[in-house]
């Protein structure tokens, strides 16, 4: 028995989502369905004017400074690539590297921090933030 990826795959193929109502129009997902009824006004209003749930803006922040951390490991990596076929000094480059791999494990530490705080002040757990693998990280961009 095919899968539903199979289903829809040959749906989509058939041209059975081409006449769908709203095609190529943005979705309307202006009600939380997570926010009492009473309040939805004052978060439209809050919203519309640039303004969001301070759980959001936490997550946001997090998974922006998770980027730059990230940015600035692999900066630093091709740096290192990019020296070791020069003539600066081996011991040199490679003391710069560890810097920047203890300064990596610093902000992941700290991240981590973060982000168990933030896993506490979530309305769901669907939500929820994994913790950061240094050592997964630091696997995933030394390659």
């Known amino acids: 028995?095919?899968?539903?990826?199979?289903?829809?795959?040959?749906?989509?193929?058939?041209g059975k989502f081409?006449?769908?109502?709203?095609?190529?129009?943005?979705?309307?997902?202006?009600?939380?369905?997570?926010?009492?009824?009473?309040?939805?006004?004052?978060y439209h209003v809050l919203?519309?004017?640039?303004?969001?749930?301070?759980?959001?803006?936490?997550?946001?922040e997090i998974l922006e400074d998770l980027e730059k951390a990230k940015a600035g490991l692999l900066r630093t990596f091709n740096w290192r690539q990019a020296e070791l076929t020069g003539k600066t000094p081996g011991p040199l480059i490679e003391e710069e590297w560890a810097r920047a791999q203890e300064s990596f494990r610093s902000q992941v530490a700290d991240l981590n921090k973060?982000?168990?705080?933030?896993?506490l002040d979530i309305p769901s757990a669907q939500f929820a933030l994994a913790p950061v693998d240094v050592e997964k990280?630091?696997?995933f961009i030394c390659q």
């Not at 028995?1 to 058939?14: G, Q, T, V, Y």
């Open 18 to 42: 081409n006449d769908l109502p709203g095609k190529g129009k943005p979705l309307k997902l202006d009600e939380n369905p997570l926010v009492d009824p009473e309040w939805q006004m004052a």
């Open 47 to 60: 919203q519309s004017s640039g303004y969001s749930l301070p759980w959001i803006e936490t997550r946001r």
């Open 137 to 139: 990280a630091l696997e």
């Open 1 to 14: 028995m095919p899968n539903i990826e199979d289903h829809i795959r040959k749906a989509f193929e058939e």
């Open 114 to 119: 973060r982000i168990f705080n933030y896993n």
